[in-house]
T-cell receptor, first 110, second 113 residues
Framework: GEDVEQSLFLSVREGDSSVINCTYT??????LYWYKQEPGAGLQLLTY?????DMKQDQRLTVLLNKKDKHLSLRIADTQTGDSAIYFC??????????FGTGTRLQVFP | GAGVSQTPSNKVTEKGKYVELRCDPI?????LYWYRQSLGQGPEFLIY????????DSGLPNDRFFAVRPEGSVSTLKIQRTERGDSAVYLC???????????FGPGTRLTVL
């Protein structure tokens, strides 16, 4: 079945770039997403990429997609303490439901 | 405008009891989804409604779980004979249509003692 995997934890210094990685197994994925979850808050969609794209940039966020290797990454430039949260990679195919990874906890220290 | 709301925000119940969790989607959104998030995990899909009908219920873990959306707006997730393993945060999301961005509610934290 479909599976999405992420590393569990990432720690970066404020001002540095963060790179969060994700691998998925479903070759029929049409959209791939990055969500942010802060304590006590709902899931917030950060950005998404269509499966026929290689890259998408949105202000401080850059998404890279390697469809051959089924690898997705999220780069956050100039990481701030407010970026500390859990980041989820998710994919969807024609069935609409989202398949989420286990989440990467990003900790930003001064 | 108002986002997706879920009630109650917290629910504590005893093993074997029946619970109902409510989701109010964004007005006009035809698609509604339920997910379950266990501690330390990502959300897992439970069921998807398009309008009043369940278009995909493949994520419901067993027949103790049931969901309805009788008028195509508010949805209720019903869990019978709750077990301790049902403890999780239950998330609801709505979308203007299928294959569109899903907007998530804050979730209901269910604790089964």
């Amino acid at each position: 079945g479909e599976d999405v995997e992420q590393s569990l934890f990432l720690s970066v210094r404020e001002g540095d770039s963060s790179v969060i990685n994700c691998t998925y197994t479903d070759s029929s994925s049409t959209y791939l997403y990055w969500y942010k979850q802060e304590p006590g808050a709902g899931l917030q969609l950060l950005t998404y990429i269509f499966s026929n794209m290689d890259m998408k940039q949105d202000q401080r966020l850059t998404v890279l997609l390697n469809k051959k290797d089924k690898h997705l990454s999220l780069r956050i430039a100039d990481t701030q303490t407010g970026d500390s949260a859990i980041y989820f990679c998710a994919e969807s195919s024609s069935t609409d439901k989202l398949i989420f990874g286990t989440g990467t906890r990003l900790q930003v220290f001064p | 405008g108002a986002g997706v709301s879920q009630t109650p925000s917290n629910k504590v119940t005893e093993k074997g009891k029946y619970v109902e969790l409510r989701c109010d989607p964004i007005s006009g959104h035809t698609a509604l989804y339920w997910y379950r998030q266990s501690l330390g995990q990502g959300p897992e899909f439970l069921i998807y409604f398009q309008g009043t009908g369940a278009a995909d219920d493949s994520g419901l873990p067993n027949d103790r779980f049931f969901a309805v959306r009788p008028e195509g707006s508010v949805s209720t997730l019903k869990i019978q004979r709750t077990e301790r393993g049902d403890s999780a945060v239950y998330l609801c999301a709505s979308s203007p249509s299928r294959n569109n961005e899903q907007f998530f509610g804050p979730g209901t934290r269910l604790t089964v003692l």
